[in-house]
Structures are given as structure tokens and as C-alpha cells.
């Protein structure tokens, strides 16, 4: 195997493009994803962010386009480096704890000898030490999840790819566990976060990928998207005419919110000149441009209509294209 | 990659042998058996105890005596716990010998049934006053109707019982009335009975089989092998069902897996570790050990068995044959495994499944179908047929290598390369749609879809 060195991308998807029967779940996608980042994976359903981990998984081959992983073009070899907890996840339900962990990172290329006390390690640190001989069958949901949490990571991947990790676990577990992702933060290993909880992308991740209908629609750093639609989003409050607001230049959209107005500007519409209009006009208390959350950009790049501002949205990011 | 697959395997292999169903499986067809060997002599040791009492109206004065005879040695064969009493009705005592015999015949019965309905009888047997007499050809003396069924009374036997299916007495008695008939019969028509006796010794018909050197065709110098009809034909057909049994357990182990790792969600975990080909060969190989032990276990108890009744022919167990056995054993399980395992991912539950393996069971049925015209007509058209076309041939191939003689050397090459072809496509064809199919959710796929997968490139 050719090493691969720790400055080449942990993902590099170069015009990827993936189709089903007709359906092209992602097309002509590029994304870097460097090395030690937490990147979110975020998008509607069926936008294809499925799909795309799958290929970098060399579960699906993309039709056209290249994927690398960890340096290497995607393949068995880069699989055994990554860990991988789809969304869909289930256990044997008649096979034992330990079993079910030993296997499935046998499976990942791991010795028995390898795995055995990091099975006990990772047992004991999620509470499951008493559980090791249980049937998975026997186990709650939450205790399930958490046993797949360890199957994904028992064979110290370099790559982990979590969707939705958090679905079923109590806020006690769920702290747990981000806990683990920070944990690797700092240790540099790369984490891809497939997640529809915003707060979940925006305490975890430093970097966000947004598909939508198959299409990039948003990429970079979080401060990076965060600074670029800062000035989109403006709360202003005070006394005076909605219609003053509505008709002021570059305002694209007025949000009623109790006791205060949220103004969505046109895009590179400046914040200065509908404060400029508003001065005498309106009787302003506050005018304060917003950094937006990523719960409203989500809504607003995949709402109704959205899909055809790609590439408008992207952002760059150092490890970015 | 190998040692992947082998993972796969081994897990898939455990997780089956190591239930308690497996082995409780595993040891019924052996116990089913040994039983349905011993069981009627186990059962006849808790038959019914105590005596059948019958009422004879001897009404030809021939009869009585011989059956009275008959029923005492009967008696006293050992081991023998219920006793035929037969009780004379004297008919001079009752005034019916003199009335005419289907009067009289019908005034005994009624009496006689209703001393059955009082338990004091089991049934009765009425004998007709010409019975021991030859009787006359009544067809050429064109007698019919009425007169006919009269003069047929007359020469007959009446049998009446509380019940015709309780034991055998009334086979017993048929016979032994029968038997004895007919010496009357020979007696009175002057034919001395010691000769016909003589006559009647069962023909002796030895049967030989004329061994033939499988591998090269040609006959063994060795001479005749004693055999029989039914001895040639037990092994070949149980080879068949064994063989038959051995591809299904394995095949619905294999269907049963992968419907319950895509059901479970187990499956996306794996193909991010192990490719669908792998894992499906992993698969494969899991299920093909467990059909071995299936197999090996079922098969030295049939072995057993036919070794304990000399069922084995000459040759049947020969090193070609055995290692032929295996080749259609591992194709036929590849053949079928590869379709079961391609419907088994096509599926969400059993349910699916057996709506999509209607025709599959046809398939299956196919050798046990045609067995029987092969084993009678090895040679016809049919039967090459069957020997050659790929999921028939696991099975009627190594039915004809049992059986004598052997076929040609170019029938069972052609069969093998035929299974050989048709494992490749199938595998190749169950891959393609395994890939694509364990992620497929809802309702199974049509035919347009499953003919796209079988299009797209590997």
C-alpha cells in the first residue's frame, strides 16, 4: 500500500456525479474535506447526502467524477481506515455484545488480539461493561446506539463518518459522545457529521457542506458562512410603519417576531443604506446586523424555489475548492 | 480479502449451527429414520390384548374344520396378544339348514348382528353351501341377474364386523378361508393337493446386476453382482432427496440471513467493510458448511442405514462416484444459494420472499418430478434432458452415477460443464443484483428493474 501523506485531503471529491434509474442523486459534486476538521454534512432528505458518503465509502461508485479518501483513490483499502455509522444501523439481535463488536472490526482488517482490549476499553467508557455477554437483543435502544457507536470506532479509524450519531440517545449519552468527537477534534482525526439538528452541526462542526437536490448549495467554514450572511439578515425595533420597512432599498423580505422585525436583504444589498432610509422615517431602537443561524440559512438555501442558487451560496475555504 | 470472506462465513456458519433448532434438526431426519424403520415393531409391542370372538355358519360342512385349525395355530404363534376365537353356529339347531340359503343367510345375520351390538360378538363369517365346489363358468353360461348373484352367494363367503379397519382379521381370515378353499376346491375337482403344492412353490428368480467400471466403460471381468430391482433403485433415489434436502437446508439458510441482515440494517455495516461480492461469497461459503454438516450428518445416517439393510449396490460408493457427488452437490448449492441469496436481498420479509420463489419450487421439483422416468428410461430424451439442464443435474446426475449401469462419460462431462455454466451466470447475476438490491426498500422489484441491474457494468 502507498503511504499517503497527512497534507492531502482526508476527502476529495472531484465532479462526482451519481445516478439511480434516472434520478441523479448528486451531481457533479466537488468538496475537500481537509485533514483534523469536524465537517457537517447537512441538507433536506433525498438531497443526496447519503449517496455522497456512501461513495466515499465505496459502497456506490460514482458514475463519473473521482473520489479520494485519506490520499488514495476510494477503495477496500481506504475502508479499513475509516469508521462508518450509517444512519440506518441495526445489530444482530442474537449475537453477543463483544461478538458483534469483535466481528464487525474483523471485518475492518483487525486481529482478534488488536481488538479484544479495545472492545473492553470502549465497553467500559460507554457503561456497557456489564452488557459485554448480553444478547443485542436484550440491550434498550439507547444502548444499541451506543454499542454501534463503539463497532464504528473499535478499529481506531483515521476517518469517521457519523450520521446522525445522536438519533435515539438521551441528552446524558448524546453529551457523551460529543464529547469523544471533541476528544478527536483535538487529536486530529478528521469527523464527517451527517446531521439534520443544526445545533448539533453548529457545536460540533468547524466546517459545513450543504447539498441540496444533488447540488453543492453551501461549503465552508462555519465563521466563513456565518461572516458572508451576516449582512443578509437585520433586527431592527422601534415604533413605526411595517410598510416603511418593506419598502425600504434592498429589502428582500419582512419577518414579523414579537417585538421585533427581522429584515432579510437582498443579496450584497448594504445594511447602511436601509439605515440610512429608515433614519427619520422609522423611530429605531435597535439596528443590528445578525450573524445568521444555521437553522435559517438551512431554511433558506432548501426552502421552495432555492435549489437554483447554487454556487451564488459557496463560500471558500482554506482547504476548500 | 480472503480472510474477510472467511469472517463472514464463519460468523454465518455459527450463527445457524449453534442454535438449538440447527442441532434439533440435524439429529429429526436421522431419529425420523431410525423410526420409521423401528416404529411398527415398537407399536405392535402395544397392540390390542384380549380375543375377537367370530361366528362361522358353515352352511357347505367343509370349511369349519380347516379355519378352526388355522385360527389354533394362529393363536399360538409367539408374541401373538389377540386371539381369533371362532364359534361354530349350528345351523340344524337353529332350523336353517333346511330353508333356502339366502333366507336362511338372512335370519342368521340379523341374529348375529344384534348379539355383535351386545359385545357378544366381534363380526361373523357365513359360508355358502357350494363353496367348496368348483364353480361353474358363469359368464360363458351367460347366467345373469337375480339367479346369477344367488348361485354367486352360494359359492361365496359373507364376512360382517363391528368394524373393517380395526387390525387385520379380516385380511386374516380372507386369506386363511382363501387358502383353504382352494385345496377343497383342487380336492373335489380330483387334483391331488400334494402336487399342486409342488406346483404352486414359488418360482425361484435370482437377479444379478452386471457391474461396469464407471470410469472407463468397459465391464468388469468380475462377473454378475446378486442384487435386485428394488435394492437398485433405493440408493439413487435416496441420494436424490438427500442431495435435494442438503441444497434447500443450506439455500434457505442463506435466503433467511440475508432477508434478516437487510430487515435488521445490518447490511449497510457490512458493505462499508467488505465488498457486496465479498460479502455475498462470505455468504455463500457460510451456507454451503452448514448444508455439509447437514449433509455428512444425514448422509452417514442414511449410509448407515442402507448399509443395515444391504441397500448399497456395488460401486455406488466408489471414489468417482463420491467426489462426482460432491461436484453437483457444490453446484447445486452454488445454483440455488445464488438464487435464493439474490431473492433474499430483492426482499424486506419472508413474506416477499415467498411470493418471489414460486418459481424457484418449481425448480426444485423438477428432479424429484422426472426421477422416476429416469431411473425407468435412463436413455430417453427426457432423461437427457434432465441430466444436462443446470438446476436438475445436481441431482439426477449423481441419481444416474448410483444407478446401473452408469451413464456415458460424455453425459456426466456435458452435465458438469453445464453446471459449471450455470453457476457462473448465476453468481454473476446474483452479484450484480445483490449489490443493488440490499439497499432497495418497499416493494420488491419488477422485472424492468431487475433486468437494468443485470445491465450496468461491475
Known sequence: MASSTSAEPAVRLTDVTKSFGGHVAVNDLSLTIPRGAVYGFIGPNGAGKTSTIRMIMHIHLPDRGQVEVLGRPAGRETTERVGYLPEERGLYPKMNVAELILYLGRLKGRSRAELLPRIDAWLERMGLTAWRAKKCQELSKGMQQKVQFIATVVHDPDLVILDEPFSGLDPLNAELMIGIVDEWKRAGKTVIFSTHVMEHAEKLCDSVFMICKGRKVLDGSLGEIQSRYREEVVDVAGEGARSLLVGAPGVRAVHDHPGRFELELEPGADPQRVLAHLVGRFKLARFESRTPRLHDLFLRLAGPGEATATGTMTTTTAGGE | MASRIWVVAMRDFNAVVRTKGFVIGLLFMPLLMMVSIGLPKLLARFGEQGERRFAVADWSGQLQVPLAAWAAARNAQPGQRLQIVLEPVDLAAKGLAGQPYAQARATLAAELADRARAGELFGWLLIGPRVAQVPPDLVASAVEGEASAATKDEFGLAYAALSLTV??????????????????????????????????????????????????????????????????????????????????QSAGVLL??????????????????????????????????????????????????????????????????????????????????????????????????????????????LPMLGMTHVLQHPDSAVSHALMLFPFSAPMIMPMRLAQSPPPQLWLVVTAAASVAVGVVVCLLAAGKIFRVAIFSSGKPPKLGDLWRWLREPS
Request: proline fraction near 2%; charge should be neutral; charged fraction near 15%.
Open chain 2, 167 to 248: 387390525g387385520e382379521l379380516r385380511q386374516e381370515l380372507r386369506g386363511a378361508a382363501r387358502e383353504q378353499l382352494r385345496k377343497l376346491r383342487l380336492e373335489s375337482a380330483g387334483v391331488d393337493p400334494a402336487l399342486i403344492a409342488r406346483i404352486d412353490r414359488e418360482v425361484k428368480f435370482e437377479e444379478f446386476v452386471v457391474p461396469r467400471d464407471a470410469a472407463t466403460g468397459k465391464n468388469a471381468a468380475s462377473g454378475m453382482v446378486r442384487s435386485s430391482g428394488s435394492k437398485e433403485v433405493a440408493f439413487p433415489i435416496a441420494l436424490v432427496v438427500l442431495l435435494l434436502m442438503g441444497i434447500m
Open chain 2, 256 to 365: 433467511n440471513a440475508t432477508i434478516e441482515e437487510k430487515s435488521n440494517r445490518v447490511i449497510e455495516v457490512l458493505v462499508s467493510s467488505i465488498s457486496a461480492v465479498d460479502l455475498l461469497a462470505g455468504k455463500l461459503i457460510g451456507a454451503f458448511l452448514t448444508g455439509m454438516v447437514v449433509l455428512l450428518a444425514w448422509g452417514a445416517a442414511a449410509a448407515f442405514t442402507a448399509g443395515h439393510f444391504d441397500l448399497l449396490t456395488a460401486g455406488s460408493l466408489s471414489a468417482a462416484n463420491v467426489a462426482w457427488y460432491t461436484y453437483f452437490f457444490v453446484g447445486g448449492f452454488l445454483l440455488f444459494g445464488s438464487v435464493y441469496v439474490a431473492i433474499g436481498a430483492m426482499c424486506n420479509s419472508i413474506q416477499d420472499a415467498q411470493n418471489l420463489m414460486f418459481p424457484v419450487v418449481l425448480l426444485i421439483m
